[in-house]
């Protein structure tokens, strides 16, 4: 009896150092990944990687609608699409497919508004089919048509405070054309990214990392990891894990941002030829790429549609 008492005592003990030294360190990092909600729209053919851009005007609209109305669609497809600050709307149609369509084929679009006793009732309705077609290299379609209602009502002596058929209209379109687009634009997240190393200055960096002291870290480490000759794993990845902290927790700006996520880019991927098999490293390059391939590419060229849109005073309507 008392030898399984002792057993069991032990065991409680080894247990409890366990628990209370379980956890990860390293920086707070921000990373973009693809969206996974796959609902609304599927695609045969592409869209998993996202879109860069798309164009949708008068000409992309048919079914039950006014000509008026088509402008209208057409003018809140392209509100929601610049929002994203992922995909570029496009004002004219590509010539050789450079870029895909979005077309609406609408069944009902309507705003109704009736008296039911004291109250006014405003009811608003808005149906259609989508696709998003790219000759050859995208094919998106709604297996069955989006249905958006919204229904207001107020007293008949605060008639004034029901939203406008026009407001309506607007709010209608644009949840459609965002249940459509939202699985194109990557979702931002907060991760740990580890650090590593157990000796040397690999060790004396990651303990700055712990500690939150990322631009100290990468003073140290980038002598060493910017040295042609550098083949230390642990040097590398910690100069990437580093610069990828400075470019969420101290840059300014976004070309602050995507300068330091280049370079981290850099020591990642030097990282990873060293060593092929680790997976934090593997990881780190992979949403870090990704990142920049979506997120700073796709501000990039809004920045750069809007600053020609300005120079040369196209029209961005219909």
């Known amino acids: 009896m008392k030898r399984i008492t002792i057993v069991l005592l032990f065991l409680s003990f080894t247990w409890g150092c366990v628990t209370t030294h379980v956890g990860s360190k390293g920086a707070l990092v921000q990373i973009y990944k ?17 879109i860069s851009f798309i164009y949708v005007g008068r000409d992309t609209i048919s079914g039950n609608v006014s000509e008026s109305d088509k402008a209208l669609i057409a003018q809140y497809a392209r509100a929601v699409l610049g929002e994203t600050r992922f995909i570029n709307p496009v004002t004219m149609s590509s010539m050789e497919g450079e870029y895909p369509d979005l077309s609406i084929k609408v069944i009902n679009y309507k705003v109704v508004t009736k008296k039911q006793g004291g109250s006014i009732e405003k009811y608003g309705v808005f149906q259609a089919n989508f696709s998003i077609r790219q000759a050859g290299i995208l094919e998106c379609s709604t297996g069955e048509p989006i249905l958006i209602e919204k229904k207001f009502i107020q007293p008949a ?119 092929p098999q680790d997976y934090d490293i593997q990881k780190a390059m992979g949403d870090v790429s990704y990142e920049l391939n979506t997120a700073f590419s796709a501000t990039k060229r809004q920045k750069k549609t809007k600053k020609l849109l300005e120079e040369f005073k196209t029209p961005t309507g219909f």
């Open 157 to 275: 002596y605060r008639r004034d405070k029901l939203p406008s058929d026009l407001k309506v209209k607007e709010m209608l379109v644009k949840e459609a054309v965002r249940k459509v687009v939202r699985q194109f634009v990557p979702v931002k997240s907060t991760i740990l990214r580890p650090v590593k190393g157990t000796s040397g200055m690999a060790k004396s960096a990651a303990d700055m990392i712990n500690n939150g002291n990322c631009i100290g870290a990468y003073e140290v480490l980038k002598p060493i990891a910017d040295s042609p000759g550098c083949k230390d794993v642990n040097v590398l990845y910690n100069a990437g894990v580093a610069l990828e902290c400075m470019a969420w927790n101290n840059a300014n700006d976004m070309n602050t941002q995507q300068l330091y996520l280049q370079k981290a880019l850099k020591y990642y991927r030097k990282a990873a030829m060293l060593a």
């Open 34 to 50: 693809p969206n996974t909600v796959k609902e609304s729209i599927v695609c045969s053919a592409g869209g998993d990687e996202g």
